[in-house]
């Protein structure tokens, strides 16, 4: 089983920026579709970003396309999310997750991203 940590997470002003990773181990990263979630306090757990294994297919939700950037290196084995003009909606805990056989199988714990505004 994939054990994934997250880092980067903080407090930011309205308008900053934050870089968030996530560490994977295991030898089947580069095998796996990646993505990030957020949950905001009293709310499920919402999609934000995945990308395919080469790298190459990005996908986005609408609440943060054209300021977040999805992108991993698989021989590394780290995933990161760029997340520009960060907004006080954006307050949430992040998570990195790993999709198998068509599930989001695997979570870190959590790394939490503060929007001050």
């Known amino acids: 089983q994939v054990q994934l940590v997250e880092s980067g997470g903080g407090l930011v002003q309205a308008g900053g920026s934050l870089r968030l990773s996530c560490a994977a181990s295991?030898?089947?990263?580069?095998?796996?579709?990646m993505g990030w979630f957020r949950q905001a306090p009293g709310q499920e757990r919402k999609f934000v970003a995945s990308v395919r294994r080469s790298g190459v297919g990005t996908y986005y939700a609408d609440s943060v396309k054209g300021r977040f950037t999805i992108s991993r290196e698989n021989a590394k084995n780290t995933l990161s999310l760029q997340m520009n003009s960060l907004k006080p909606e954006d307050t949430a805990l992040y998570y990195c997750?790993?999709?198998?056989?068509?599930?989001?199988?695997?979570w870190g714990q959590g790394t939490q991203v503060t929007v001050s505004s």
């Open positions: 997750t790993r999709a198998d056989l068509g599930s989001w199988d695997s």
């Open positions: 295991g030898r089947t990263f580069s095998s796996n579709v």
